[in-house]
């Protein structure tokens, strides 16, 4: 379950930081696909919380 909060992390900070909705969606398919390899994640993370 905290493997799945932790991986969900970027489309919900996508949120939170209020990116419009073609980036959110960018921002969570990012996560998915890229998602189980520490690069691809910290890359959405960044994404995500980038102003």
């Known amino acids: ?3 799945l909060i932790i991986g969900l992390a970027p489309a919900w900070l996508a949120r939170q930081t209020k990116k419009d909705k073609w980036d959110m969606g960018l921002i969570r398919v990012a996560s998915w696909l890229f998602g189980w390899t520490g690069v691809g994640w910290l ?9």
């Open 43 to 51: 890359w959405a993370l960044y994404w995500a919380v980038r102003k």
């Open 1 to 3: 379950m905290i493997l």
